[in-house]
């Protein structure tokens, strides 16, 4: 296998960006803890790495923006030279495909504790994060109340900018989509301990929350008991509202 290094080496720089950001996340990593090849054999490939981090197919550079601190944290790209191409992530906290700038948002404070952006730097962008908190899309629209609280912790919006908003998280806790109803629960007694919806309005929505409980998907039962502990705790369900399912 040591023999066809060379061959493995090619594909960090192959010109199919689709190959080569597989090649960087699932080759480079083993092959380096197997020995096969050295970290001074992908460094030396590293430019075709940070090329991509501006890739104009943007999947391709969300994709490679979400793992680039794994990168740095094994010494094959520095923190210095991903700010270098911040700018190539700010640009996806404004892009106008929703699916790619909510994922972005998700990315946000992770990359901001690595000092790569500043809080100053996501705050002017803000105003696109707001507007994924109405989206019409259910699914899209809780995966980004599910960043709400992290945001609010680091001061990038306001419990007020969230407040001004919470009828549309209301409605994803009777969405029709179990999976979006699910994560919207889930993330109720967040959104309470800052605020944001009170005890009463999530009571007001409970008898989705107990329609969950007996639901056939079985990834959505998984968690859907320790939801439930949660309610019961902060006084939305009663024990015997979970009993039996």
């Not at 994709?63 to 794994?70: G, H, R, S």
């Not at 998700?106 to 690595?114: D, F």
């Not at 407040?163 to 029709?176: G, N, R, T, V």
């Not at 439930?228 to 509202?241: C, D, P, Q, V």
Request: no cysteine; charged share 35%.
């Amino acid at each position: 296998v040591i023999e066809k290094k060379e061959y493995f080496k090619d594909l960090l720089s192959s010109e199919d960006e689709n190959i080569r950001i597989s090649a960087w996340y699932h080759i480079v990593t083993k092959l380096i803890d197997r020995g096969i090849i050295s970290k001074e054999d992908v460094i030396e490939k590293k430019e075709y790495l940070k090329e991509m981090l501006g890739s104009e197919n943007y999947e391709i550079r969300l994709d490679l923006w979400n793992k680039v601190t794994k990168l740095i944290d094994e010494g094959i790209i520095s923190n210095e030279e991903v700010i270098e191409r911040k700018e190539y992530f700010k640009d996806l906290l404004s892009l106008e495909y929703d699916d790619i700038r909510t994922i972005a948002w998700n990315m946000v404070t992770k990359l901001i504790v690595r000092g790569i952006i500043s809080n100053e730097e996501v705050i002017e962008k803000k105003e696109y994060f707001k507007d994924l908190l109405s989206l019409e899309y259910d699914h899209i629209r809780s995966f980004a109340w599910g960043t709400v609280t992290d945001l609010i912790d680091r001061g990038i919006i306001s419990n007020k900018e969230a407040i001004d908003k919470k009828e549309y998280f209301k409605e994803l806790l009777s969405s029709e989509d179990y999976y979006t109803r699910r994560n919207a629960w889930n993330i109720v007694t967040d959104l309470i301990d800052r605020g944001i919806i009170s005890n009463e309005e999530a009571k007001d929505k409970k008898e989705y929350f107990i329609k969950l409980l007996s639901s056939e998907y079985p990834t959505i039962t998984y968690i859907i008991q320790e939801i439930a502990s949660k309610l019961i705790k902060y006084g939305i369900l009663n024990k015997e509202e979970s009993k039996g399912y």
